[in-house]
């Protein structure tokens, strides 16, 4: 997976920060587009280059299901309340791109879970954040990256493979039933209010 383009902006980028700061790069898109593996492959290069880099996903900071999940109003529950992004970006992200360093106790949810249990962050010297994740370029957190790359993918090719990866432990019925009843239609409101698109460095296509 060649990703030249993403690092050149990213390390361009970090050549004209501050020392003393994190460079904080958010790699975002629909659910199941692929983000993850482009964060991983990502990380790999960039640290190939001798750089030091945090990678986090937003999937940690999940509310537990009877928040995240509402059948009266199900994709705008989904992008109001999926995710703790603003406890996120306060207790851990900020900081960490401020300092560099930080190490964090805090409440860590997988998508099964019915609790949350206790996880810890620790970081030392970082270069580079990868932060990766849905949502993460609403209006209200946009403005905290350096630098922003949206991961495009169409609707369907997203949904073969959730239900190749049975998301949640759900039968692929159930799965298709999630997506196309709160997933997607969330992510449509995500572009309807936030246009997440416009804001990206650059978009990377991973159909």
């Known amino acids: 997976m060649n990703l030249e383009p993403i690092i050149e902006i990213i390390l361009t980028k970090r050549r004209k920060m501050p020392e003393e700061r994190s460079l904080l790069a958010g790699i975002s898109g629909i659910d199941a587009s692929g983000k993850g593996l482009v964060t991983t492959k990502l990380a790999e290069q960039i640290r190939q280059k001798g750089l030091t880099v945090a990678v986090i996903n937003v999937d940690g ?9 509402n059948p009266q109003n199900p994709a705008q529950n ?4 999926a995710l703790r992004l603003e406890e996120m970006f306060e207790r851990l992200v900020l900081p960490l791109k401020e300092s560099r360093s930080l190490s964090l106790t805090a409440d860590f949810a997988e998508e099964t879970a019915a609790e949350y249990r206790k ?3 620790f970081y030392e010297d970082v270069d580079i954040i990868l932060l990766e994740g849905i949502f993460l370029f ?3 957190f946009v403005k905290h990256f350096d630098a922003r790359f949206w991961i495009e993918c169409f609707f369907e090719t997203a949904l073969r493979r959730a239900v190749r ?3 949640e432990n759900l039968s692929p019925a159930d799965t298709v039933r999630a997506y196309e009843s709160i997933y997607f239609p969330a992510q449509r409101m995500h572009f309807r ?6 804001s990206a460095d650059l978009i990377w296509f991973n159909n």
């Open 61 to 69: 900071w999940l509310n537990l299901p009877h928040i995240r999940f």
């Open 78 to 81: 989904f992008y109001e309340n």
């Open 119 to 121: 996880h810890e962050y």
């Open 138 to 140: 609403k209006n209200e």
């Open 165 to 167: 990866r049975a998301q």
């Open 193 to 198: 209010r936030d246009r997440p698109q416009d």
